[in-house]
C-alpha cells in the first residue's frame, strides 16, 4: 500500500514563510507524480492551489508556490496571511491511482 | 464556471449499497479530457480518493475499494455517480466529487455527508 507523508502539523507567523513537504513511500518524488496542492478550511470543502507541481490555479493567491525539494513535492507559502490558517493535503498520481498525504495542519501564530 | 453538487440520502443502513449522484453545471461532462472523481472524507480526518470515469465510461478505482464500487456516467443529465455496496459505519464520511482534469482536481462540490447506521 503506497503512502504519501505529510508533516501532521506545523507553525508559522504572521508575514513568515513556511514550506509544506509531500513524500512518497515508494521513493523520490518527481514531476511524473503531478503533485497537486489544496487547502481546507474547516466546514468547507478542499481548494485546489496548485497542480503538476508548480501551476497555479486562476484563483491560487500569488504568495503559494510549488516545487520539488529533496525528493519531495514542497508548498511554499511567502508572507504567510492570518486567513492561511488550513488544513493542506497533498495529492500523487500514480499512474491512474492517486493517493492523498495525510495532510498538514497549518497555524498561523 | 463549472459547479458539481452532490446529492442522495444521508442516511443508509449497514450492509445496504451507498448511492450518490454528482450534478454537473457549467460544463459539458462529455467534454474530452475530463475524468470525473469521488473523493470522501471520513469525520474529522483526511482524504481518501475513490475513483473516477471518463465519460466514455472507463473508469479507475481506489484498490482498497475496488470490490465495492461502481461509479457511472449519464451524459444525457451530465451527471456522474457512486455505488458503494456493503457499506459499515466505516464509510460514514463526508462523500465529495470533483473534476480531474489535465492531473488537476480544480472543480469539487460542496460534499454530502453519509451516516451509515441502523
Known amino acids: 500500500q503506497t503512502v504519501v507523508t505529510q508533516e501532521p502539523s506545523l507553525t508559522v507567523s504572521p508575514g513568515g514563510t513556511v514550506t509544506l513537504t509531500c513524500a512518497s513511500s515508494?521513493?523520490?518524488?518527481?514531476?511524473?507524480?503531478?503533485p497537486n496542492w489544496f487547502q481546507q478550511k474547516p466546514g468547507q470543502a478542499p481548494r485546489a492551489l496548485i497542480y503538476s507541481t508548480s501551476n497555479k490555479h486562476s484563483w491560487t493567491p500569488a504568495r503559494f508556490s510549488g516545487s520539488l525539494l529533496g525528493g519531495k513535492a514542497a508548498l511554499t507559502l511567502s508572507g504567510v496571511q492570518p486567513e492561511d490558517e488550513a488544513e493542506y493535503y497533498c495529492?500523487?498520481?500514480?499512474?491512474?491511482?492517486?493517493?492523498f498525504g495525510g495532510g498538514t495542519k497549518l497555524t498561523v501564530l | 464556471q463549472v459547479q458539481l453538487q452532490e446529492s442522495g440520502p444521508g442516511l443508509v443502513k449497514p450492509s445496504q449499497t451507498l448511492s450518490l449522484t454528482c450534478t454537473v453545471s457549467?460544463?459539458?461532462?462529455?467534454?474530452?479530457?475530463?475524468?470525473w472523481s469521488w473523493i470522501r472524507q471520513h469525520p474529522g480526518k483526511g482524504l481518501e480518493w475513490i475513483g473516477y470515469?471518463?465519460?466514455?465510461?472507463?473508469?479507475y478505482y481506489n484498490p482498497s475499494l475496488k470490490s465495492r464500487v461502481t461509479i457511472s456516467v449519464d451524459t444525457s443529465k451530465n451527471q456522474f455517480s457512486l455505488k458503494l455496496s456493503s457499506v459499515t459505519a466505516a464509510d460514514t464520511a463526508v462523500y465529495y466529487c470533483?473534476?480531474?482534469?489535465?492531473?488537476?482536481?480544480?472543480?469539487w462540490g460542496q460534499g454530502t455527508l453519509v451516516t451509515v447506521s441502523s
Open positions: 470533483a473534476r480531474n482534469w489535465v492531473w488537476s482536481h480544480d472543480y
Open positions: 495529492l500523487l498520481y500514480y499512474g491512474g491511482a492517486v493517493v
Open positions: 515508494t521513493g523520490a518524488v518527481t514531476s511524473g507524480y503531478y
Open positions: 470515469i471518463y465519460y466514455s465510461g472507463s473508469t
Open positions: 457549467g460544463g459539458s461532462i462529455s467534454s474530452g479530457g475530463y475524468y
